[in-house]
């Protein structure tokens, strides 16, 4: 389906700095809104339930995935994700621009189920910084952060997939470049013919 607001889908592997640049977008353009997911994870750090993420049990998901309730959910680090599909419908409908922080696979099904989605990946400078990053974030045994770099390596692979990449080296060049994708998108003629129906009928441009 067509809808007058704009779908943005980002997607990176853990320590990349998707979630600071997404944070830093919201607080810097009011009419972009985040989707919120749902997962079997618990919450890290000062997480609340209905704003980073609602917080479910495995039994909770189990129902949502047989009421066919998700748009799309997987398996991230043996904790699972899922997107629901009348969350993004209702907001974008609305005319809103909402954007969605999922990995690669959920955005691969994303794009299937609304076409119009604008899919973003953001990828370290190196390999040396994203150990670096996930060392100081402090969250993880060494471990779980060997696996988390295991799993870059497949993330990263599937950057070709995705509509924009940006490099996450310097934070404040990296979120302009979110910034510009963002508002790139709302100047093309698609979606400026979505949001400003009116203002093409009246100028009688088909």
């Known amino acids: 389906m067509d809808y007058p607001g704009n779908l943005f889908v980002v997607s990176a592997p853990s320590g990349a700095g998707k979630s600071s640049l997404v944070k830093a977008l919201l607080e810097l353009d009011s009419h972009v809104q985040p989707s919120v997911s749902h997962t079997t994870r618990a919450p890290r750090g000062q997480e609340k339930h209905g704003r980073e993420y609602f917080f479910v049990s495995e039994q909770e998901f189990d129902a949502m995935v047989a009421a066919n309730g998700f748009v799309e959910w997987a398996n991230v680090h043996g904790r699972?994700?899922?997107?629901?599909?009348?969350?993004?419908?209702?907001r974008v409908a609305l005319g809103a621009d909402v954007v969605l922080e999922i990995d690669y696979q959920g955005a691969l099904q994303?794009?299937?189920?609304?076409?119009?989605?604008?899919?973003?990946?953001?990828?370290?400078?190196?390999?040396?910084e994203l150990r670096s990053r996930l060392e100081r974030r402090g969250e993880d045994a060494a471990d779980v952060i060997d696996l988390r770099l295991k799993n870059a390596e497949e993330e990263m692979a599937q950057a070709g997939k995705f509509d924009f990449v940006i490099i996450n080296e310097v934070f404040e060049r990296a979120l302009f470049d979110l910034k510009t994708i963002v508002h790139a998108q709302r100047l093309k003629y698609a979606a400026q013919r979505r949001a400003r129906a009116d203002t093409f009928e009246s100028l009688n441009i088909p």
């Open 80 to 90: 699972r994700y899922g997107t629901s599909r009348k969350a993004i419908e209702e």
């Open 110 to 128: 994303i794009k299937q189920a609304f076409v119009n989605a604008v899919l973003i990946f953001i990828l370290p400078p190196s390999w040396e």
